[in-house]
């Protein structure tokens, strides 16, 4: 149980075009949604927190018209990167949470971004 | 959120035991510790969590010190899929809590 998908697996896409990542949670409901940014070989930023039907919460310096995000249902995010440039080529990775602990935290498999 | 500070690599070779270092010496009394690791390319993986007592699961065993500043996982038969970046977090439990990645330590096991 606790299976969170992301789509597309990898993506490229030319610069000044926007692209579209969904994250879905498999067999449960999730309370909150998270997405992260890693670049190679650092760690994971996150870059902002969101509930089902309410406004995402951005972290510091990301920028929210940039990083578009949606959670219109208990099971699905969408995080849109518009004008994307080969700068926001990175590995975008989401994670939902089921209840209010950390451990109910459960992380998709990640989309690798390429912005040509 | 408490600061961790984690060694940045360490060997291991394969059937013996992995043990993991994490200092975090400010944490404080709601703080649990978190672990989890990150295989090449994919998304992270919760492993085990404690706030003061010792825990054990299928994959690990977390033995915190009595003064919760430091913590250490146990990988106790360590396989070439074990071969991860391990993240110690401390976090509270409570609330819309979130999880900060560290750098973490890239584990390698050796055949």
């Known amino acids: 149980g606790a299976v969170v998908s992301q789509h597309p697996s990898w993506v490229i896409c030319k610069s000044g075009t926007s692209v579209k990542i969904e994250c879905r949670s498999l067999?449960?409901?999730?309370?909150?949604m998270f997405w992260y940014r890693q670049f190679p070989k650092q760690s994971l930023m996150l870059m902002a927190t969101s509930n089902e039907g309410s406004k995402a919460t951005y972290e510091q310096g990301v920028e929210k018209d940039k990083f578009l995000i949606n959670h219109a249902s208990l099971t699905l995010s969408t995080l849109t990167v518009t004008s994307a440039h080969p700068e926001d080529s990175s590995f975008y990775i989401c994670?939902?949470?089921?209840?209010?602990?950390?451990?109910?935290?459960?992380f998709g498999p990640g989309t690798r971004l390429t912005v040509t | 959120d408490a600061k961790t500070t984690q060694p940045p690599s360490m060997d291991c070779a394969e059937g013996r035991a992995a043990n993991l270092p994490c200092n975090h010496s400010?944490?404080?009394?709601?703080?649990?510790v978190y672990w989890y690791r990150q295989i090449h390319s994919q998304g992270p993986q919760y492993i085990i969590h404690g706030l003061k007592n010792n825990e054990t699961n299928e994959m690990a065993s977390l033995i915190i010190t009595e003064d919760r500043k430091s913590s250490t996982l146990i990988l106790p038969h360590a396989t070439l899929r074990d071969t991860a970046v391990y993240y110690c977090?401390?976090?509270?439990?409570?609330?819309?809590?979130?999880?900060?990645f560290g750098t973490g330590t890239r584990l390698t096991i050796i055949p």
């Open positions: 994670s939902a949470r089921t209840g209010s602990r950390s451990y109910e935290q459960y």
């Open positions: 400010t944490i404080s009394g709601n703080e649990y």
């Open positions: 977090i401390v976090t509270s439990n409570f609330g819309n809590e979130k999880l900060t």
């Open positions: 067999d449960f409901q999730a309370t909150t």
